[in-house]
């Protein structure tokens, strides 16, 4: 994609989630993203074929900038390790506020959650062949894999209904208080 497409198609982005902003999306027209991009009929659909393809594909990029920024992070921070993989996430979950709540309040925000979610599974797994687990090797690891992503949608959702009032460090350590405990990789005791 050239330069020039590639500016299209920010164009069309913008104006899409500007417009997500200030109405639902059943309410949105074609015409006034292509209005408020300053682009004809014919160049946005070059770019997408319908509405719900921009929904798509707005999520997709939304969803995969903000994973693939945590490719570097761990699970767990240290000393050499600034940030967990969770915290950075919700740095840039925070950073990208807006694009978050537009997509989250229109009618079709399980399409973002479901990308969300999705992404986070990949991202978790990489973790976690990382990880030498001892404990709890019973449970499944994809039962693991779901359970924290759809734990950590969860806690996003209930972060921005209540207005983002903690930090991202703060949340961080919330949500790694309660999956620690399934992730330990030390040995667990049976004896008391």
Request: proline letters at 2%.
């Amino acid at each position: 994609m050239d330069r020039r497409q590639k500016k299209t198609r920010a164009a069309i982005f913008s104006a899409f989630t500007s417009l997500l902003a200030e109405k639902s999306y059943s309410k949105i027209t074609v015409q006034e993203i292509i209005d408020s991009a300053n682009v004809g009929r014919t160049t946005f659909y070059a770019h997408f074929e319908t509405k719900d393809d921009l929904l798509k594909e707005l999520c997709e990029e939304l969803v995969a900038h903000i994973v693939s920024s945590a490719m570097d992070c761990t699970l767990y921070s240290d000393g050499n390790v600034p940030e967990s993989v969770f915290c950075h996430l919700l740095r840039h979950l925070r950073e990208n506020y807006n694009n978050i709540i537009g997509l989250l309040s229109c009618e079709s925000s399980e399409i973002f959650l479901r990308f969300f979610k999705d992404s986070l599974n990949g991202l978790v797994l990489s973790q976690l062949v990382n990880q030498d687990r001892k404990s709890h090797v019973d449970i499944p690891q994809d039962f693991l894999i779901n359970h924290i992503s759809g734990s950590f949608v969860e806690m996003v959702l209930w972060w921005i209904k209540g207005r983002m009032k903690q930090t991202p460090a703060d949340l961080d350590s919330y949500f790694r208080a309660v999956i620690e405990p399934i992730l330990s990789t030390r040995e667990t005791s049976d004896s008391a």
